[in-house]
């Protein structure tokens, strides 16, 4: 599975937004870009995926570089309810191990009142 | 509409015990995968399912395993449990599994104590 990087941990202030970093430099062309979310005693929550084109939903914006080895995951606002351990995940779109979520770390996102 | 329900949401079991835990998907979601999380292995793949098949297994030993009724709900069992099977255990839901662009669903977990 391809690789992604991610730092351990960031603050932000509510009512600010913040912009979450994912590097994956290894990247296929047929990878789709993943980002879910855990709560603290909650399973993860799907947030919002991407190919090639930014996306919006209403949790969130996704940010993708033109050669794609990077994304931001982007809440225009954050709330005390955002602060949750984010994950940034490959899935492979040409049918070989995409059966599977593969989770590194994440990133732990601390929101301050 | 409901989401993934897995049941018991807590556990607490002997060493050497077996534990047989449950998860209802999605109405109309066909797979179902498992993930074990620890703190010093993280979120970690255990198997799916589809259509009462199990089509993929994370490396785990075979004292884990796992079965899925024709209505999609799902169960695992772990036999022989050990200190280390301590964990939150995590159903996930999908239409059919292997769609990239399709998200899963994840219920809340059961959280298994070993002593």
């Known amino acids: 599975d391809a690789k992604t990087t991610q730092p351990n941990s960031m603050e932000s202030n509510e009512e600010e937004p913040v912009h979450l970093p994912c590097n994956h430099s290894?990247?296929?062309?047929?990878?789709?870009i993943h980002w879910y979310r855990q709560l603290p005693s909650q399973g993860p929550e799907y947030v919002i995926h991407g190919l090639t084109s930014n996306v919006n939903n209403r949790m969130a914006s996704l940010a993708i570089a033109e050669d794609r080895k990077s994304s931001t995951l982007i809440l225009h606002r954050a709330t005390l309810r955002d602060a949750a351990v984010y994950y940034c995940i490959l899935r492979d779109g040409s049918g070989g191990s995409n059966y599977k979520l593969t989770f590194g770390k994440g990133t732990l996102l601390t929101v301050n009142p | 509409k409901a989401g993934v329900t897995q049941t018991p949401r807590y556990l607490i079991k002997t060493r050497g015990q077996q534990v047989t835990l449950s998860c209802s998907p999605i109405s109309g979601h066909r797979s179902v995968s498992w993930y074990q999380q620890t703190p010093g292995q993280g979120l970690q793949f255990l198997f799916e399912y589809f259509s009462e098949t199990q089509r993929n297994k994370g490396n785990f030993p075979g004292r884990f395993s796992g079965r899925q009724f024709s209505n999609s709900r799902s169960e695992m069992n772990v036999s022989t449990l050990e200190l280390g099977d301590s964990a939150l255990y995590l159903c996930a839901s999908s239409l059919q599994g292997r769609e990239p662009n399709y998200g899963y669903t994840f219920g809340s977990g059961t959280r298994l104590t070993v002593v």
């Open positions: 290894t990247i296929s062309g047929t990878d789709y």
